[in-house]
């Protein structure tokens, strides 16, 4: 079945750089999605890629995917407390709903 | 615009009651959807929508059901809650199945 799989926790310093993977199962994938949700709230979308891109940037966030190797990657540059969230990454699978990984809680420590 | 909207934000529920989480979305989207959130296991589907008229189930639909009332409004109602059932219940719509989806604020229901 498809399956979509993160590290729980990621700890940086402010003014590093923050990588957080997800590698997923279905080959058949067409969309993939990063979303971040702040304390008490919902998720709220960041960014997507398109399966046959390798990079999208938007300002301080770079998506890299490789879909040989079914992984999927989002970096936040000069990461700021701000950015302390969890970060789910989400795969448009061939059943076309989304299937969303276990997530990622960035801390952000000055 | 509002987004998408869920009441009651929080509650808590005896073993065996029932309750009705209540979602709209001003989007005008097709597509809405109801999950759970527990912790160490991300977003589970529990049922969708994809267009008016129409549910389906999800990853983990037992205990539950649901109403598409009409296009803006989608219900999830627990008939007899269990404390298995305690969790976040988020709601969220897309334009389409498959498309990006928007999320509501969620509502963090405890079950004793």
């Known amino acids: 079945g498809e399956d979509v799989e993160q590290s729980l926790f990621l700890s940086v310093r402010e003014g590093d750089s923050s990588v957080i993977n997800c590698t997923y199962t279905d080959s058949s994938s067409t969309y993939l999605y990063w979303y971040k949700q702040e304390p008490g709230a919902g998720l709220q979308l960041l960014t997507y890629?398109?399966?046959?891109?390798d990079m999208k940037q938007d300002q301080r966030l770079t998506v890299l995917l490789n879909k040989k190797d079914k992984h999927l990657s989002l970096r936040i540059a000069d990461t700021q407390t701000g950015d302390s969230a969890i970060y789910f990454c989400a795969e448009r699978g061939n059943t076309d709903k989304l299937i969303f990984g276990t997530g990622t809680r960035l801390q952000v420590f000055p | 615009n509002a987004g998408v909207t869920q009441t009651p934000k929080f509650q808590v529920l005896k073993t065996g009651q029932s309750m009705t989480l209540q979602c709209a979305q001003d989007?005008?989207?097709?597509?809405m959807y109801w999950y759970r959130q527990d912790p160490g296991m991300g977003l589970r589907l529990i049922y969708y929508s994809a267009s008016e008229g129409t549910t389906d189930k999800g990853e983990v639909p037992n205990g539950y059901n649901v109403s598409r009332l009409n296009k803006r409004e989608f219900s999830l109602r627990l008939e007899s809650a269990a404390p298995s059932q305690t969790s976040v219940y988020f709601c969220?719509?897309?334009?389409?199945?498959?498309?990006?989806?928007?999320f509501g604020p969620g509502t963090r229901l405890t079950v004793t």
């Open positions: 890629i398109f399966s046959n891109m």
């Open positions: 969220a719509s897309s334009a389409s199945i498959g498309s990006e989806q928007y």
């Open positions: 989007m005008n989207h097709n597509s």
